[in-house]
């Protein structure tokens, strides 16, 4: 195994640390430079891994900056967030290929100066031929993936995902994901090309002057659809869906625990999984550190929106709202709340031995030291 592990960083110096590091069995700090390896094959390991096609509709992921001359990839870099600490970790050390969870591309640039510093990132990459990876949400949805880790720590009698993946919901004889945008004062007519064409609807969404059909349609019925959408005046687009994911991916995770257990106990599991000696914890109206815990949900990240209403006696995610914090207490979960970040760093541990072992000698794989989530306690 060639790859390194920070552990000052993730706090697991001492005589404790290997009892807390994540499940690992061993940590080799060798020399991290290897023989080299194509980018294309390291990228077609990780999407072998965790599809794109699981990735949320709104996410950016996949190669971000490719080098435009070929490099041989001996150097890999592991962060949560593309920070300029980490940047110049990464220049220091020669790398030559970051994987970062968070896709430091997301907002379109119209500009790459060194006025700011997202571009600064951008530049500097360009500058040192090193290549870019976001992961992202197809780490969150792929079953053995950054959610199972967040779960590990509950005996669960199963585990589900919060919300599936949407090619685990449809047939594979639909071939093709299709958007439709119809004015409202269409919505009749756009309702009766999608029977026409035997598409499925999969989700509605009802915005201001528009209505949002999310379908999945058989290619022998494509140019039907496409006709009917083209007489109504609707905007639509049209992709072939990837390999249907196996079931048990998707955003979060839900289980009902074997046996019951306080809510302190599961405090400590927590604190014990991301290697933290302090947690933040909103509890449920009317509950104590000794009230019972029968169900976990869990949301990697800012966990709000996926967490609303669902039925558990605790939520574990790394942010919430103010007010999505009273809402969940007072409507039957108490709340763990570990950092965005936090709650995500921990995984990065998980997957650096997967990586190195599949690539042996090839390459070398550490964790940035310099990653951390900005807000600390004080």
Same mark, same amino acid.
């Given at each position: 195994?060639?790859?390194?592990?920070?552990?000052?960083?993730?706090?697991?110096?001492?005589p404790?640390?290997?009892?807390?590091?994540?499940?690992?069995?061993?940590?080799?700090?060798?020399?991290?430079?290897?023989?080299?390896?194509?980018?294309?094959?390291?990228?077609?390991?990780?999407?072998?891994?965790?599809?794109?096609?699981?990735?949320?509709?709104?996410?950016?992921v +996949? =190669?971000?900056?490719?080098? !435009? #001359? %070929?490099?041989?990839?001996?150097? &890999?870099?592991?962060?949560?967030?593309?920070t300029?600490?980490?940047?110049?970790?990464?220049?220091?050390?020669?790398?030559?290929?970051?994987?970062?969870?968070?896709?430091?591309?997301?907002?379109?640039?119209?500009?790459?100066?060194?006025?700011?510093?997202?571009?600064?990132l951008?530049?500097?990459?360009?500058?040192?031929?090193?290549a870019?990876?976001?992961?992202?949400?197809?780490?969150?949805?792929?079953?053995? +993936? =950054?959610?199972?880790?967040? !779960? #590990? %720590?509950?005996?669960?009698?199963? &585990?589900?995902?919060?919300?599936?993946?949407?090619?685990?919901?449809?047939?594979?004889?639909?071939?093709?994901?299709?958007t439709?945008?119809?004015?409202?004062?269409?919505?009749?007519?756009?309702?009766?090309?999608?029977?026409?064409?035997?598409?499925?609807?999969?989700?509605?969404?009802?915005?201001?002057?528009?209505?949002?059909?999310?379908?999945?349609?058989?290619?022998?019925?494509?140019?039907?659809?496409?006709? +009917? =959408?083209?007489?109504?005046?609707?905007?639509?687009?049209?992709?072939?869906?990837?390999?249907?994911?196996?079931?048990?991916?998707?955003?979060?995770?839900f289980?009902?625990?074997?046996?019951?257990?306080?809510?302190?106990?599961?405090?400590?599991?927590?604190?014990?999984?991301?290697?933290?000696?302090?947690?933040?914890?909103?509890?449920?109206?009317?509950?104590?550190?000794?009230?019972?815990?029968?169900?976990?949900?869990?949301?990697?990240?800012?966990?709000?929106?996926?967490?609303?209403?669902?039925?558990?006696?605790?939520?574990?995610?790394?942010?919430?709202?103010?007010?999505?914090?009273?809402?969940?207490?007072?409507?039957?979960?108490?709340?763990?709340?570990?950092?965005?970040?936090?709650s995500?760093?921990?995984?990065?541990?998980?997957?650096?031995?997967?990586?190195?072992?599949?690539?042996?000698?090839?390459?070398?794989?550490?964790?940035?030291?310099?990653d951390?989530?900005?807000?600390?306690?004080?």
């Amino acid at each position: 195994m060639r790859w390194v592990c920070h552990l000052k960083q993730i706090g697991l110096c001492g005589p404790k640390w290997t009892s807390l590091m994540y499940g690992m069995t061993a940590v080799r700090a060798m020399s991290v430079e290897g023989t080299g390896v194509r980018l294309s094959r390291i990228v077609e390991f990780l999407t072998s891994f965790a599809p794109l096609s699981l990735a949320e509709s709104w996410d950016n992921v +996949g =190669l971000l900056v490719e080098p !435009a #001359s %070929p490099v041989l990839i001996k150097k &890999v870099l592991l962060t949560i967030d593309l920070t300029e600490d980490v940047m110049k970790e990464a220049v220091d050390s020669k790398t030559n290929l970051i994987i970062a969870y968070h896709p430091p591309i997301f907002q379109p640039f119209k500009r790459i100066t060194s006025g700011k510093w997202k571009e600064r990132l951008l530049a500097t990459c360009l500058e040192n031929k090193m290549a870019v990876y976001s992961p992202h949400t197809t780490w969150d949805a792929v079953t053995g +993936g =950054l959610s199972d880790w967040l !779960a #590990s %720590p509950f005996k669960f009698e199963g &585990v589900e995902p919060l919300v599936p993946s949407l090619g685990v919901l449809t047939k594979p004889e639909f071939s093709h994901h299709v958007t439709v945008f119809c004015p409202l004062d269409l919505r009749n007519r756009c309702q009766e090309v999608i029977g026409r064409s035997h598409a499925d609807v999969v989700s509605t969404a009802e915005l201001e002057t528009m209505v949002k059909y999310s379908l999945v349609a058989k290619k022998q019925f494509l140019l039907e659809l496409e006709s +009917g =959408l083209n007489e109504t005046n609707c905007y639509y687009s049209i992709y072939e869906r990837g390999p249907i994911p196996p079931r048990g991916c998707g955003t979060g995770r839900f289980g009902k625990l074997k046996s019951q257990i306080t809510l302190s106990e599961a405090v400590e599991k927590v604190k014990a999984l991301v290697g933290m000696s302090q947690i933040r914890l909103a509890l449920q109206r009317g509950k104590t550190l000794d009230s019972p815990v029968r169900s976990v949900a869990l949301v990697a990240g800012s966990g709000a929106s996926v967490l609303r209403g669902v039925r558990a006696d605790l939520y574990v995610t790394g942010e919430m709202l103010h007010h999505d914090i009273l809402e969940a207490n007072h409507s039957g979960a108490s709340v763990i709340l570990i950092n965005h970040s936090d709650s995500e760093r921990g995984y990065l541990s998980q997957f650096a031995p997967r990586l190195a072992d599949h690539f042996g000698d090839g390459i070398g794989v550490s964790i940035a030291a310099s990653d951390r989530d900005p807000i600390v306690i004080v």
